[in-house]
């Protein structure tokens, strides 16, 4: 099967010694002539298997947020703002089981979860709604704030401001975008 795949595919030639070998984009050929990218992969039973345990076991590690009490010790802090969407439903469609194995999915493949921040009667973040992270760039402004950039097709560009995104990002070269595992391997 995997010959009938590569079939029309031109092999990559280059070996680890020629620059291309090291600048390829991540999702390109592969040395084997096959394009990877975290969609392609998930058609590979092994590793959506793979990933599928790794976000379920995440998933189901419980999310609270602690309040340190002054003596020492600390003590579940209910009434925090977040409370409720890290523990319960990070927003009106997703319970927090599947918010965790959403983040998960895109840090192992994609290397960043974004999420937007909406306030709400529960406070700042009364909706916490994740977003894809292909659809995003991120920017290092010259006051060393980041901006983020939302670009769905068909629909206008949306800018964001670093106190609109909640970003979880991964193992990172440069400390504001992180690595795909997926495209490293």
Not at 18 to 41: E, I, K, Q
Not at 170 to 176: F, Q
Request: hydrophobic share 40%; net charge positive; charged share 15%.
């Amino acid at each position: 099967k995997l010959g009938a795949l590569a079939r029309g595919f031109q092999a990559a030639t280059f070996g680890a010694f020629d620059d291309r070998y090291w600048t390829t984009t991540p999702g390109g050929l592969a040395r084997s002539g096959l394009r990877v990218s975290a969609d392609t992969a998930m058609s590979i039973a092994i590793y959506y298997d793979c990933l599928n345990v790794l976000c379920q076991d995440v998933a189901s590690l419980p999310w609270f947020v602690y309040q340190y009490r002054p003596g020492g010790g600390r003590d579940r802090a209910v009434n925090h703002p977040l409370y409720q969407q890290l523990h319960s439903s990070p927003n009106a469609w997703m319970t927090s089981y599947e918010f965790r194995m959403l983040l998960m999915n895109h840090l192992v493949q994609r290397g960043n979860m974004y999420n937007q921040l909406i306030p709400g009667p529960r406070g700042f973040a009364d909706q916490i709604v994740p977003l894809h992270p292909d659809t995003m760039t991120v920017e290092l402004l010259p006051d060393h704030r980041l901006r983020y950039k939302q670009t769905v097709r068909g629909a206008p560009t949306t800018t964001f401001n670093s106190d609109e995104i909640w970003h979880i990002r991964g193992l990172s070269n440069d400390g504001y975008i992180g690595l795909s595992l997926l495209n490293i391997a």
